[in-house]
């Protein structure tokens, strides 16, 4: 068994409060490794919304929220987190007054204190049941965009009607060779002024909406694809010429093994002491919208104050010894970790 890798914070979950809590760890000081279901960062922000606009972030009066994941990822960026992703928490374990976490991966961590941002659980991708699909995910089929640059000059199958499809395709368009939408009926579950976009496109021959059709095979060699199948419900058949397929189901979440974890769960929620976020595991924390308290409100500007609680109240963990002495960033500045 290998040996475990040591972290002063282990942080599950990669979604905004995540990424707050590596800057507010590092803040004061302390290292991260940072484990998340998802091949990404950022959560549902960047697998479900990344181009919806949020309201409520101080300081910026709209901002996308792909955006919103590229400013985070960049303010937590001189602390150097370490990233385990497309890995799933298994296992969290009290280890000699610390806590041990294994992934499905096989990643061992060792750490004093852990914090879960997990939001609602971790998140999977919704698969189609298409036959030998799993021989092209990750070359030709994806279930999320790490890169728009990665579609740049292919041909792209989008299938889905909601809104991570609508966006994804009015977003890729300028990119893309070609994008092709399918979607079982003509009208789409997405934000209205986002279908009238997507609508427009089509009208002035800039994409193809294919409806109504739905997916129904793959073809190609060695993981990549030469065209997608598709089908009405009466059995018609067309095959486009594609590069690329992006399955745009929607995701599924789920707390997996948080539930076994003795954290006194609360309709699937973490209960936690709202002074410090630490729930009933000492060492351990709950921030962002896992977790629970009298009068909590699910909004990100909530969660980054936990994450904020949480990096404090973990200090003392981390570093036994010593006064933390608070002061405030326009102070003391950012300094880097080495």
Same mark, same amino acid.
């Given at each position: ?15 905004? @409060? ?21 091949? @990404? ?17 101080? *300081? ?60 609602? /659980?971790?998140?999977?991708? %919704? ?10 995910? /990750? ?41 092709? @939408? ?7 579950? =997405? ?10 496109? =089509? ?13 129904? *095979? ?28 992006? =399955? ?7 707390? /997996? ?6 954290? /006194? ?6 209960? @936690? ?47 036994? %010894? ?8 326009? %102070? ?7």
């Amino acid at each position: 068994m290998s040996i475990p890798l040591a972290a002063e914070v282990a942080i599950i979950g990669a979604g905004p @409060v995540g990424l707050f809590a590596i800057f507010e760890c590092g803040m004061l000081g302390m290292r991260c490794h940072v484990i998340d279901a998802l091949d @990404v960062v950022g959560g549902q922000c960047a697998a479900l919304y990344p181009e919806k606009p949020i309201y409520d972030i101080p *300081g910026y009066p709209r901002i996308d929220a792909a955006d919103l994941i590229e400013r985070l990822s960049e303010q937590a960026a001189p602390f150097h987190p370490t990233y385990h992703l497309g890995q799933r928490v298994e296992r969290l374990a009290s280890r000699d007054g610390g806590w041990l976490i294994e992934t499905s991966a096989g990643t061992r961590i060792e750490a004093p204190a852990v914090m879960i941002a997990a939001g609602v /659980g971790a998140f999977g991708p %919704n698969r189609p049941p298409l036959a030998g699909i799993e021989h092209y995910e /990750g070359r030709s089929v994806f279930y999320l965009v790490a890169r728009r640059e990665q579609f740049r000059g292919k041909r792209v199958v989008i299938a889905g009607g909601g809104d991570s499809a609508v966006d994804w395709a009015l977003s890729l368009v300028d990119v893309a060779e070609r994008i092709m @939408v399918v979607h079982r009926r003509a009208k789409f579950r =997405a934000a209205p002024e986002s279908a009238a976009r997507l609508e427009a496109l =089509a009208a002035a021959g800039q994409l193809d909406l294919v409806i109504p059709y739905q997916l129904a *095979g793959l073809e190609g060699s060695d993981g990549m694809l030469d065209a997608v199948v598709v089908e009405t419900l009466a059995g018609e058949r067309r095959h486009l010429r594609a590069d690329c397929l992006l =399955a745009l189901f929607g995701l599924a979440s789920h707390l /997996g093994p948080i539930a076994d974890w003795n954290l /006194g769960l609360e309709r699937q929620h973490v209960p @936690v002491e709202p002074a410090t976020c630490q729930t009933s595991a000492p060492g351990v924390f709950a921030i962002g919208d896992i977790a629970t308290y009298a009068g909590k409100l699910k909004l990100i500007l909530t969660g980054f104050a936990e994450a904020a609680q949480a990096a404090h109240a973990a200090y003392a963990l981390v570093f036994p %010894n010593q006064v933390l002495h608070f002061e405030y960033s326009t %102070n003391k500045g950012v300094r880097e970790l080495g």
